[in-house]
């Protein structure tokens, strides 16, 4: 099933390739590197050790499970939609493989994403502050841009990227709050502190 790119994609990518400059362009390799799939599986891989040491397990495998089967989603869609990448001429990396949805912004908005209900569900400070999971969605935005900035993704690809890996995220939020509900002692220290 193939995609073609709408006038709103060009023209975006139009605008960005006309607007680039040098400290933007290192700018945005940084924030783009910080969504590849060895720093995001890194993050997931460590985080998971870490909650399983302090045998939070329902979080372990929300972020471990979570994160692999939206990982296997991207590449499936990816594959069922078989959109090719922006032309060569206005990309700033070499990437081959199929534009949509972008796997950076779906990727990571799932881990960032499901790190923040791990967070949220084991932590009295975070939910007492619950501001700082903004942290979330500010990141993926972040790395979603420099997709369209860097030339690799139509907007559009980055837009269904956001838009998958949130509603998967509330997904596995459901369902962990469903088998594995915050534990009684969580809720307690919760209302001691109101």
């Known amino acids: 099933m193939f995609l073609s790119p709408n006038g709103f994609d060009r023209a975006i990518t ?16 940084v924030i783009t590197a910080t ?23 329902p979080e372990a495998i929300l972020v471990g499970a979570g994160s692999l089967v939206g990982y296997l989603l991207m590449v499936g869609l990816k594959h069922l939609f078989a959109r090719p990448r922006p032309p060569t001429v206005d990309r700033l990396l070499d990437i081959d493989t199929y ?23 084991l932590s009295a400070w975070v939910r007492a ?13 972040a ?14 690809d980055v837009l269904a990227g956001w838009l998958i890996g949130a509603v998967w995220v509330a997904g596995c939020a459901w369902l962990c ?18």
Not at 35 to 57: D, F, K
Not at 180 to 191: F, K, N, S, Y
């Open 35 to 57: 969504g590849n799939t060895l720093v995001l599986s890194t993050i997931v891989v460590m985080v998971c050790i870490g909650l399983a040491v302090y045998r939070a397990y």
């Open 143 to 156: 790395i979603g841009c420099t997709r369209v900035y860097l030339g690799v993704h139509w907007t559009t």
């Open 99 to 121: 534009s949509f949805p972008s796997g950076h912004a779906m990727m990571s908005t799932i881990v960032f994403g499901l790190l923040a209900v791990a967070a949220f569900r």
């Open 177 to 194: 709050a469903r088998r594995a509900p915050m534990p009684r002692r969580q809720r307690l220290a919760d209302r001691a502190q109101r």
């Open 129 to 141: 502050h619950p501001i700082v999971l903004l942290l979330a969605p500010a990141g993926a935005i």
């Open 14 to 29: 139009d605008t960005v390739v006309d607007g680039r400059t040098g400290l933007l362009t290192d700018l945005a390799l």
